[in-house]
């Protein structure tokens, strides 16, 4: 039987009902979304490439909790999985969160140093994994490399990074 996950309604809070991966959702319930950037000390972020049979697109680790799961919690098990890091002691800060008619969604921020070869990727789901500057995601922009959740992603994360007084400037705008 497919993965069980919670339905939330739209503000975003859980409710009592569940799906199954693959279920029509129900009118007036959200699936959760969660997804974490991670940037290193050099000011670039982690992006993975999922493999063609998903559809091959460049974007940060997410998905979707499993039923009894915080989002929180989904972002440690996503990363795990995907990435074979252990994420239960790493401070994240939520930067955004919300309902937009077609999910619920928190996106999670990192600060963390990981070396690509610490990293082992879950190769059912993942191509591979690199560092990118802001100016080379732009690149990936114009060049229609990143789907609009993704653009979304960092246009927020960039946002949130110049309210806490931190320097999204100097790579220039994401958007």
């Known amino acids: 039987m497919a993965e069980l996950r919670d339905l939330y309604d739209k503000f975003g809070n859980k409710t009592n009902k569940t799906y199954h991966k693959g279920d029509i959702i129900p009118s007036g319930y959200y699936p959760m979304v969660v997804m974490v950037v991670i940037r290193n000390s050099k000011g670039e ?20 909790p499993k ?29 955004d969160s919300g309902c937009d008619g077609k999910d619920c969604y928190k ?10 070869n610490d990293i082992t990727i879950q190769e059912d789901e993942l191509s591979e994994v690199k560092w990118f500057t802001m100016d080379s995601l732009k690149e990936m ?5 990143l789907n609009d959740d993704q653009i979304s992603c960092f ?4 946002d949130y990074l110049k309210k806490i007084k931190e320097d999204c400037s100097n790579e220039g705008e994401f958007k």
Not at 107 to 116: L, Q, R, S
């Open 67 to 95: 039923s009894g799961e915080s989002p929180i919690e989904g972002i440690i098990t996503e990363v795990k999985e995907e990435l074979g890091l252990d994420f239960s002691n790493e401070k994240s800060i939520e930067y």
């Open 141 to 145: 922009v114009n060049k229609k490399q």
């Open 45 to 64: 972020f982690l992006m993975q490439k999922r493999v063609k049979a998903k559809g091959g697109d460049w974007g940060v680790t997410g998905g979707h």
């Open 155 to 158: 246009t927020k994360v960039c």
């Open 107 to 116: 996106m999670y921020f990192v600060n963390k140093d990981i070396e690509i």
